[in-house]
């Protein structure tokens, strides 16, 4: 039973990962076993530790001792003529070479002091080559731990490796950006680039993340990207909006803590907290009094120069300047009415309201009841009766018409007869006057007919 177990937990030792694999995924040589020995003549044995992606596996070469025996090349060969763009070598010093040979192992290319930080490294394209090595021939031993080369760039998941926490600040038309920067085992960061609105604003090494926008203006909103560079490509980049408020110069100021007190010889002294910049001009009963520094937070007005309301309160009013001379509100202290306090909040207020209308509400309805009932009563029971008083309707309307009519020809018959008997009866006497004069009766003075007369009846 013991030795199950120990057997169980060694496979299982076997199977878990105890390193980082450094991928070089999408290369010509990765996953193939190369050939090592003193040149690519003489192969002296194999190796898959330097195209394994794992940084702990390696193959150490000697420093170029021109021994036949001793392995100071580690080489590949292919059976089609390759194209070779980019390279990848990680190692332990920075001594070793790559040669890039044709189908007769003549010399195409040789790269001496190659990059050995792992980083994809861009060669001129060489074409028509059938073997590729690393060799160690300046007289110092190297430990090889991963190499690989390429046709084209190996592609990249740009979402894996953009900045993270990207925060932002604005302070006045200043814009600062945060982040951190990606960590991966994989390629290689070479920096950070900072964008506007898709314009380049800067490129950072490294080791920053921080930078600060100084070009941005008032009342205007950006787009910042924040892209992460690699040695194999960009990043897609972490992006972030950022709005620019107003000028605080074209800002009405606000006075903010302001408080009216009375002293004991009658004098009023208006007290205040912001603004501190620019001027506040005082009025005293809707007049310009006086204008004062914001930053002496205070005036006195005595009391033979203040003016009062209707309701005995202060008319004073303090009016916030800025630095470019814009106005704030006016900023008047509370009346004596404002400063009054209820005996009951507003929560109690619509609690009694209620409580009362619950009370009266019947009373209300009933009324209304009384009121709209016997029209309501009229209106449905009107229809019905209309039936059966119709024809006596009809009868007492055709009756009160006749009725009329003869009260109205009886007056017209009588007219023209009372007016004829009244003029056989009564002498009419012309209106019009005479222009010879009235001859005089002799010892007597002719008197003035009676109206009567005159006037025709």
Known sequence: MFKKIVVITGLLFALVPITNAFAYSGGMLDGKTMQTGANT??????????????????????????????????????????????????????SLSIYLYNA????????????????????????????VAVVSNTGVANTVYEFDVFNEAPSLDKTLYNATK????????????????????????????????????????????EYTDTTAEFNKTYSYKVVS????????????????????????????GSELSKESNGDYTYTWEEPTKGQVKVLVGGEEYKTVSAADKKITIPAKDMKYTRLNDPDISLVAISENGVLGETTKPPTQLEKTELPFSVGEFIKTGSSLLWWIAPFVLLGLAFFLVPKLRNLITRPFKKGEGGEQDRTAASEGNERAARTTGVRQLRTPTIRRERAAREQRVSRISIKEPRPEREGTKQGRLPREIRKGN
Do not use: C
């Open 41 to 94: 003549y003489t192969p002296l044995g194999t190796t898959t530790t330097v195209t394994d992606g794992d940084f702990n596996t390696f193959e150490d070469l000697a420093g170029g001792s021109g021994n036949a025996s001793v392995k100071d090349h580690v080489f590949y060969q292919w059976s089609q003529p390759q194209t070779i763009t980019y390279y990848r070598l990680k190692s332990n010093k920075n």
């Open 104 to 131: 007769n192992k003549g010399v195409i290319r040789q790269i001496q002091y190659a990059n050995n930080t792992g980083a994809l490294t861009e060669i001129k394209s060489t074409t028509g080559v059938y073997y």
């Open 229 to 256: 560079t690699y040695d194999i490509g960009d990043s897609s980049g972490s992006s972030v909006k950022v709005k620019i408020g107003e000028d605080p110069a074209n800002i009405p100021p606000v006075i903010k």
């Open 166 to 209: 990207l925060t932002e600040k604005v302070d006045g038309k200043n814009v600062t950006l945060t982040w951190e920067n990606p960590v991966n085992s994989d390629i290689t960061f070479t920096g950070t680039k900072v964008y506007r609105d898709d314009t380049l604003l800067a490129t950072l090494q490294p080791d920053q993340k």
